[in-house]
């Protein structure tokens, strides 16, 4: 990661960015970091939850999150990182956190941080974007990524935070509409499926779902549904069999040992939804994508266990 710290007016800011994110830095101290899946996807630990983005998700940090990247598959991204004070030289990461700021924003039209700093159950630091959209995204973030690198003249601060300033007007707006798509997304619904991700590989049925949470199974399958499109049931083998692609991907664990870890009772039972899900068996599945990584990579194949 290429970190600068540069004198604008009276004011040293902090600026970063990297063409070809590696996941391996948090933000730097006092800044605040956007990364854009381009390409492929990949598994990041944040703190201590585990985050699963593909391309078209844009991600925002601030610089209290530890990552590190447990799984990728034919990524591409790319982040810049930067203070708040290059884009007002009154704003600083600890004003930005005070209680008040949003009345301040208000009053002086200070842009507003809350994407970085404000998770909840609905919203994760984490936006999808459509096609138009991740392509605007990418294109303003390539902009200011370029004025931080050739700083061509005495102008490159001014171009910078334009294009930074209309990709956080753009987030705005996806923010906006992606929390309208899920206002229906009931605590319920959210509570459950953070639940299903902890805990995949017991055996969660919609009567031990219903007693834990203290409600009924119409109310339970319908808010489920209107969140994920899909049954409880369909939910979680799909999720077991994307945490099994990516063992298949990244680890040397035999088929019944992924079955195992993945939360399958039964190996015979895993390779056969899984062939269901993608044409072939898990090894078949394992053997080609590795030769095309290795094609593709030159014959190096990361190994790492599957984490929690």
Same mark, same amino acid.
């Given at each position: 990661?290429a ?10 800011v902090m600026?970063s960015?990297?063409?070809?994110e ?11 970091q956007m990364i %854009?899946?381009?390409?492929g996807?990949? *598994?990041l630990? #944040?703190?201590? !939850?585990?985050c699963? /983005?593909?391309?078209?998700?844009? =991600?925002?940090?601030h610089d209290?999150?530890k990552m590190?990247r ?5 990524l591409?991204?790319?982040s810049?990182a930067?203070g708040?004070?290059f884009v007002?030289?009154?704003l600083?990461?600890?004003n930005?956190?005070r209680?008040?700021?949003?009345l301040l924003?208000?009053q002086?039209?200070y842009?507003s941080f809350?994407?970085? %700093? ?5 919203? *994760?630091?984490v #936006?999808p974007? !459509?096609?138009?959209s /991740?392509?605007?995204?990418s294109e =303003?973030?390539s902009a ?9 003249d005495?102008y490159?601060p001014?171009r910078?935070?334009v294009n930074?300033l209309e990709?956080l007007q753009?987030?705005?707006r996806e923010y906006?509409r ?16 953070d639940?299903?991700?902890t805990?995949?590989d017991k055996?969660? *049925?919609v009567?031990s779902l219903?007693?834990m949470?203290h ?5 339970? =399958? ?9 049954t409880i049931?369909q939910?979680?083998?799909?999720y077991?069999?994307g ?6 991907l ?9 079955a195992i870890?993945c939360?399958f ?9 899984f062939?269901r899900?993608e044409?072939?068996?898990p090894g078949?599945?394992r ?10 990579k030159?014959g190096f194949?990361?190994e790492q266990w599957?984490g929690?």
């Amino acid at each position: 990661m290429a970190v600068l710290s540069r004198d604008y007016y009276d004011c040293t800011v902090m600026l970063s960015y990297e063409w070809e994110e590696t996941f391996q830095h948090r933000p730097p101290k006092g800044c605040l970091q956007m990364i %854009l899946i381009e390409e492929g996807c990949v *598994t990041l630990r #944040l703190n201590q !939850d585990r985050c699963f /983005l593909q391309a078209g998700a844009l =991600l925002f940090l601030h610089d209290g999150i530890k990552m590190e990247r447990l799984y990728s598959h034919d990524l591409r991204a790319k982040s810049v990182a930067f203070g708040p004070g290059f884009v007002n030289l009154n704003l600083t990461i600890d004003n930005i956190r005070r209680e008040d700021f949003e009345l301040l924003r208000q009053q002086y039209g200070y842009p507003s941080f809350h994407l970085f %700093l404000d998770w909840s159950y609905a919203y *994760t630091g984490v #936006l999808p974007l !459509d096609t138009l959209s /991740l392509s605007k995204a990418s294109e =303003l973030m390539s902009a200011a990524i370029h004025e931080l690198d050739a700083h061509t003249d005495g102008y490159w601060p001014c171009r910078a935070r334009v294009n930074l300033l209309e990709l956080l007007q753009l987030a705005e707006r996806e923010y906006t509409r992606y929390m309208g798509d899920n206002i229906m997304a009931t605590p319920l619904a959210r509570n459950v499926l953070d639940y299903i991700h902890t805990n995949y590989d017991k055996d969660i *049925t919609v009567e031990s779902l219903c007693e834990m949470y203290h409600t009924n199974h119409t109310t339970l =399958l319908r808010d489920f549904r209107v969140l994920t499109g899909m049954t409880i049931g369909q939910y979680i083998l799909q999720y077991k069999l994307g945490l099994a692609r990516e063992a298949l991907l990244f680890t040397s664990l035999s088929i019944e040992e992924i079955a195992i870890t993945c939360g399958f009772k039964q190996a015979a039972y895993f390779s056969r939804m899984f062939r269901r899900a993608e044409g072939m068996p898990p090894g078949q599945f394992r053997t080609q994508k590795v030769k095309q990584r290795k094609a593709a990579k030159g014959g190096f194949l990361e190994e790492q266990w599957l984490g929690r």
